[in-house]
Every structure is written in structure tokens, then in C-alpha cells.
């Protein structure tokens, strides 16, 4: 019999059915998308986490590669009410541990009620409670992993669509999701990619008409490399973000970031368009937040359940970006233009530079 025990911050232990076995620590959250399990558990901003599915039935439509956001699985373990063979068999492959036939809507209020929480996960045939909770005695908190970028990024610079003739981007991969480089290939730009520590001299080399800062995982402020480059290019250079970029751009210009409770994840949160007064459906996955913009940013759009930051524009620099996930995969397609915006601005960059000084 394949025992699985989760244990909780705190100490409490939940029991469920061992689907893939292992053992595993991480920071635990939930994401309430009902659809798009292969591109959350794909995700690279899951690295470190454990990822609660609320909804009760996960892999009932199968495992296609062709979905997948990056090529491996990134939360350390996963947990839902129902795991079909396929998922499985997945995370099995993968040796994610795997955990079903507990109580997701107690876990999922527990950490509404506490906040993310430190989890440790023990699947096998002879594990106990004690594996989970010394599991969790070695789990850091999230904020603790200072170099998670490395776990995520590339580690050479690539680029993608060189021979696409418009606007140069260089993203900054600090766990970009691969839909995110597709919406821009798709755009005909061509997508410089670079480490999440690379130097300003590697990226200013390709001369970008964008630096774009990515999704990924963990606290924003332990991205240094990345708040750096933005606060090098955005006197001259615009600059977007998603996500984590959106956060990273924050710390650049003089806002700040905080943690917040249990964040958002999921393909359902409405986000409010200050200017227009339109409310937009968004797939979301964060568990931090800007907290300040400060006086280089202002908020152009926010979530309407909490009045969070969702978009922010420059105030006197080319600045956009997005807390939410514009690519969705998964989720709604309510907000995909955003990167038609990020490469208007982008093309008026390069438009600017072709004028001869003295025309
Ligand atoms: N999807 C993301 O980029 C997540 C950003 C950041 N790691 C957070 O949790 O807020």
C-alpha cells in the first residue's frame, strides 16, 4: 500500500492516497484554474512550490507535450482530490510526487485561512508522518531561496525568429513561460534571450528596441541581476514585464514589493482597466506583489477583488507591464494585446532611432 502524508506548517499531517511516489518540501498554494493542468504544472514560477489543485478532477483530457509552457515539471509535488493514470503516469515519469483522496477544500481553506504555507510531502510504501515532518523541518521559506533564478533560467543566450522582420526584443528569462516568447514570434519580432543575470553590455550588444523582464518564481527582490538591468535601459531603452517583471520593474524605479497571503492563482480574476472602466478576465500565479509603485509608475489597472496593482505604465519613461498573465495558457484570451502595446512601443523606439540626428 503507497502511503502519502502531507504535513503542514504548524505541524498538522493530512493523509491521502500515494500516486507518485517520493518526498518533497516546498512553500504550499493553490490554484483554482479548472483547466490547463499540463501548462500550470509546467510553469517555471512553481519552482520551490507545492501546488494544490482546488478543482476535484485533474488530467481528465490527458498529457500533450504540446501544451507544456517549459519541458519539465516545476512544483515539487502536487496535490488534488482526483489524479487520473495519465497525470500520473506524468509525474511519475517526472518523479514529482503525487498525492490524492484528501481533503483539498480543507487544505485550500487552511492556507486562504494561514497563507502560503511551509509543506512537506512523504509518498511511498513504507513512509510515516515523521518523513513529511522532517520534510518540512528542512523547508525555507521562499523569500530564502536568493539564487532561484538559477534554477529557472537559461544559461547560455539564445534567439528565436532571427530572421522575423520587426522588432527586437531582449527577454529576460527569469522563468519566461514559453507562450510568452510564442505571442512574440507570432508578432514577428525577433527574441533575444538572455540569463537572468546577464550582463548590460551582453544585452546591449543585440541593441533592443524592448528589454523585457519575464514570469518566474520566488521574491522579486532576490532578482538583483534583473533589477539592475532594468534601472541600466529604461532611461533609453522601453521595458516590459510580466508577472515577475511586472514586480521587478517596480523595485528598479524606486516602488517596492511585499508578500501577500495567499496570492492569485487561477484563470478567473478580474482585473479593472482604470482608463476605460473594462473589466477583463485573467489567468493569474503569484504570491507577491507591488505594494508602492513610487513616483516613476502609476497603476493603470487593478484586480477588482483586492484593488492590487495588475498594470502599470511609466510616468516619464516607455514602461508596461502586466501582474497578470496575458499569454494565458491557461486561461482566457481576454488580454492578449498587450503585446501588440509592448511591441507598438518597442517599433516607436526603433522608428526614433532611424531618424538621422540632424532630420
Ligand atoms: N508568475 C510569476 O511570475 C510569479 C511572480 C512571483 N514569483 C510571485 O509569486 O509573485
Known amino acids: 500500500m503507497t502511503e502519502a502524508y502531507v504535513a503542514l506548517e504548524g505541524g498538522h499531517v493530512l493523509e491521502g492516497r500515494g500516486r507518485a511516489s517520493g518526498t518533497a518540501r516546498g512553500e504550499l498554494v493553490f490554484t483554482t484554474a479548472y483547466t490547463g493542468y499540463e501548462e500550470s504544472l509546467t510553469d517555471p514560477s512553481y519552482e520551490e512550490q507545492i501546488l494544490t489543485f482546488s478543482y476535484p478532477l485533474i488530467g481528465n483530457y490527458g ?14 509535488a502536487v496535490i488534488a482530490k482526483e489524479l487520473t493514470e495519465d497525470v500520473v503516469g506524468w509525474l511519475e515519469d517526472e518523479g514529482v510526487p503525487a498525492v490524492d483522496h484528501l481533503d483539498t477544500r480543507e487544505v485550500v481553506t487552511d492556507i486562504r485561512d494561514g497563507g502560503a504555507m511551509k509543506c512537506g510531502i512523504a509518498v511511498g510504501e513504507d513512509v510515516t508522518e515523521e518523513d513529511a515532518l522532517a520534510e518540512l523541518e528542512q523547508c525555507e521559506a521562499m523569500s530564502d531561496h536568493t539564487d532561484i533564478g538559477a534554477q529557472v533560467s537559461v544559461d547560455e543566450p539564445a534567439v528565436h525568429g532571427a530572421d522575423n522582420d520587426g522588432e527586437t526584443v531582449a527577454l529576460i528569462d527569469c522563468g519566461a513561460k514559453g507562450s510568452i516568447v510564442d505571442s512574440l514570434l507570432e508578432r514577428d519580432a525577433t527574441v533575444h534571450v538572455f ?17 523585457f523582464v519575464s514570469n518566474g518564481p520566488g521574491d522579486p527582490v532576490n532578482f538583483e541581476g534583473a533589477i539592475a538591468l532594468v534601472e541600466a535601459f529604461v532611461e533609453d531603452t522601453p521595458v516590459a514585464g510580466i508577472c ?27 482585473v479593472l482597466d482604470l482608463e476605460s472602466g473594462q473589466v477583463v478576465m485573467t489567468t493569474q500565479n503569484h504570491g507577491y506583489t507591488v505594494a508602492d509603485p513610487g513616483e516613476h509608475l502609476e497603476v493603470t489597472q ?3 477583488n483586492d484593488d492590487t496593482p495588475e498594470g502599470i505604465d511609466g510616468v516619464e519613461y516607455d514602461v508596461i507591464t502586466r ?4 499569454e494565458a495558457n491557461p486561461g482566457p484570451e481576454d488580454t492578449l494585446d498587450f503585446f501588440d502595446d509592448v511591441l507598438a512601443m518597442a517599433s516607436e523606439r526603433a522608428d526614433t532611432r532611424a531618424v538621422p540626428a540632424d532630420d
Open 63 to 76: 498529457v500533450r507535450e504540446e501544451r507544456f509552457e517549459d519541458d519539465r515539471v516545476h512544483p515539487r
Open 244 to 270: 515577475l517583471g511586472q514586480q521587478i520593474v517596480a523595485e528598479a524605479l524606486g516602488g517596492t514589493t511585499e508578500k501577500m497571503t495567499f496570492g492569485h492563482r487561477g484563470v478567473n480574476q478580474p
Open 323 to 326: 501582474q497578470y498573465h496575458p
Open 302 to 304: 487593478i484586480n477588482v
Open 195 to 211: 540569463p537572468y543575470d546577464a550582463a548590460a553590455a551582453d544585452v546591449e550588444a543585440v541593441d533592443p528596441d524592448i528589454l
